[in-house]
């Protein structure tokens, strides 16, 4: 029990025995304290609220609303609608789309000023629009029973992926069709998308230790004859 006075003198009354402490008052006020156990102490403890990821808008100077989420150091929680995909996720989905011969659907993965280089062709395809019709041609070139299978994919980077594919007919091997791939990525307009691809495919012809006598012959020429290199 706790007594308390009209000034700083108080009565304090323990489980034992009663302790008076003298006031010239005689004015008390009686405040009884329940006694608390293990549960409800714990309880009476302030709640710390878990921090929430903020989310914040950013608009570019066009005007244009860019949706942005921005996570504190120790969040717990977010809203799924406002994650961005991950690399690989758009990476596989592009090869998904290409498989299904839906070019449509890759549309959205792809930058407008993306850069893809398919080391078969003599040039990259520039922009959007010329790698979606590099990519129909192949669509319809080519039957569905023809897919590209993932060997393997990096996860980790959020801003390029590399991966190791070869193609299958109705799930056998196609002859000289392993490749790997690279892609680079950035996240435009709140969506992550291919801003730079570039395919290496296996040779149907495989030069072997050829090639590196090829590549002994040209530096030894460029060596001895230094301005052949403006040629390269």
Same mark, same amino acid.
């Given at each position: ?73 120790? +969040? #717990? *929680?977010? %809203?799924?609608?406002? =994650?961005?995909?991950?690399? @690989? ?6 090869? &998904?789309? $290409?498989?299904a ?39 319809? +070139? #080519? *039957?569905? %029973?023809?897919?590209? =299978?993932?060997?393997d994919? @990096?996860?980790k980077?959020?801003?390029?992926? &590399?991966? $190791? ?36 495919v ?16 040209v ?14």
């Amino acid at each position: 029990m706790f007594i308390v006075g009209s000034t700083s003198t108080a009565l304090f009354w323990n489980s034992v025995s009663p302790v008076f402490v003298s006031s010239s008052y005689a004015s008390l006020k009686i405040v009884r304290i329940p006694p608390l156990d293990s549960v409800n102490a714990l309880l009476a403890l302030p709640k710390l609220g878990r921090r929430r990821r903020r989310k914040w808008r950013a608009v570019d100077g066009s005007g244009e609303n860019q949706s942005v989420t921005v996570a504190s150091p120790d +969040s #717990t *929680s977010y %809203d799924d609608d406002n =994650v961005v995909e991950s690399a @690989s996720a758009v990476v596989r989905n592009f090869y &998904g789309g $290409i498989n299904a011969h839906d070019v449509d659907s890759v549309e959205y993965l792809i930058a407008e000023n993306c850069v893809y280089e398919d080391l078969v062709f003599p040039r990259p395809f520039v922009g959007r629009k010329e790698i979606l019709e590099f990519f129909k041609k192949f669509t319809n +070139s #080519t *039957s569905t %029973d023809l897919q590209f =299978v993932i060997d393997d994919l @990096s996860t980790k980077d959020s801003s390029s992926v &590399g991966v $190791i594919w070869h193609l299958e007919w109705k799930g056998k091997p196609f002859p000289f069709s392993k490749g790997c791939s690279f892609y680079r990525l950035e996240v435009i307009n709140g969506k992550r998308q291919i801003t730079y691809g570039r395919d290496s495919v296996e040779p149907a012809i495989k030069p072997g230790d050829a090639t590196l006598a090829a590549i002994r012959s040209v530096t030894w020429l460029l060596q001895q004859f230094p301005q052949l290199a403006n040629w390269l």
